[in-house]
């Protein structure tokens, strides 16, 4: 049984930063790639960044050059280090596990995801 888990969530003002983990427990597989989404309240689930098994990544144009994703894959642990935050950066944020080892950018494409952790940015 897969299982992910988010922390680092919390009350920040604009401008601050927050440093998101996620850590993986269960995989049977070799290789997976991981991501990070948030949603806000009416809004539909978006993607932030994604990390592939070799660690390239990519981002969502709205934090890209603020925020940034790293792995430890000995350690199965995922960060999502955010800077110069923003009030429309208020979501709950989720990771996701691909069992494909390429950079997956579509919610789709991620079988296991954790339960969220929520970011509040006030102004």
């Known amino acids: ?22 850590s993986v427990s269960g995989p049977t597989f070799s290789t997976y790639s ?5 949603q806000a309240p009416g809004t539909e689930r978006e993607l932030v960044g994604a990390i592939s098994w070799s660690g390239n990544t990519d981002y969502a144009e709205s934090v890209r050059g603020r925020l940034t994703i790293s792995r430890d894959r000995p350690r199965h642990t995922m960060w999502l280090q955010m800077n110069s ?9 989720y990771c996701a596990l691909s069992q494909s080892a390429s950079l997956r950018t579509t919610a789709s494409s991620y079988t296991y995801w954790g339960q969220g952790t929520q970011v509040t940015i006030s102004t």
């Open 85 to 93: 935050l923003k009030p429309e950066d208020t979501a709950i944020y």
């Open 34 to 38: 991981l991501g990070w989404f948030r």
């Open 1 to 22: 049984q897969v299982h992910l888990m988010e922390s680092g969530g919390g009350l920040v003002q604009t401008g601050g930063s927050l440093r998101l983990s996620c």
